[in-house]
T-cell receptor, first 110, second 113 residues
């Protein structure tokens, strides 16, 4: 069964303190790994799609990387407005749906 | 371009009642998926509709159903509500498939008393 595990469950950083969020996955034939950001009371907002090991994508202070078993979301010099829950999902090969992890709640303090 | 819209945003119902939620996808998107989000389980896939047909279904009981109209708008219905149905229900649209980049609406917060 396809599975996505995210760690840590929660992370508290000081403004400017860089860190990484982890997403490990088990799927038969990865056909896409997705990162989303979700603010309280809102729907997830699409950030990145990665398709193959070694691929990297960047957006402002965020950089997503992908290996054969996991993905990392690196946050460089975070600001309080980066506080949110970050969700990782993989495309299920045969079923054509996304399987989500339970997310990492990030809190950045000024 | 307008995003995904969902109505209503909040609902309070009692056990045994039924509820209908509505979703309007991004213009041009033909795939609409529904998810249930709870603190303990995260985002759980309910079903996907494409061209008025249910194409995929998650592991939810038959009390959860949906439909899609010719303009791609979708509705989700939950009958005989249970306390455990309290959740944020999210609708997402994509151009072709639930496996593509999905764009989410703000959700409907359902509370069952």
């Amino acid at each position: 069964e396809d599975q996505v595990t995210q760690s840590p469950e929660a992370l508290r950083l000081q403004e400017g303190e860089s860190s990484s969020l982890n997403c490990s996955y088990t799927v038969s034939g990865l056909r896409g790994l997705f990162w989303y950001r979700q603010d309280p009371g809102k729907g997830p907002e699409f950030l990145f799609t990665l398709y193959s090991a070694g691929e990297e994508k960047e957006k402002e202070r965020l950089k997503a990387t992908l290996t054969k078993k996991e993905s990392f979301l690196h946050i460089t010099a975070p600001k309080p407005e980066d506080s949110a829950t970050y969700l990782c999902a993989v495309r299920n090969t045969g079923f054509q749906k996304l399987v989500f992890g339970t997310g990492t709640r990030l809190l950045v303090s000024p | 371009k307008a995003g995904v819209t969902q109505t209503p945003r909040y609902l309070i119902k009692t056990r045994g009642q039924q509820v209908t939620l509505s979703c309007s996808p991004i213009s041009g998107h033909r795939s609409v998926s529904w998810y249930q989000q709870t603190p303990g389980q995260g985002l759980q896939f309910l079903f996907e509709y494409f061209s008025e047909t249910q194409r995929n279904k998650g592991n939810f009981p038959g009390r959860f159903s949906g439909r899609q109209f010719s303009n791609s708008r979708s509705e989700m219905n939950v009958s005989t509500l249970e306390l455990g149905d309290s959740a944020l229900y999210l609708c997402a649209s994509s151009f072709r498939s639930a496996g593509d980049e999905q764009f989410f609406g703000p959700g409907t917060r359902l509370t069952v008393l």
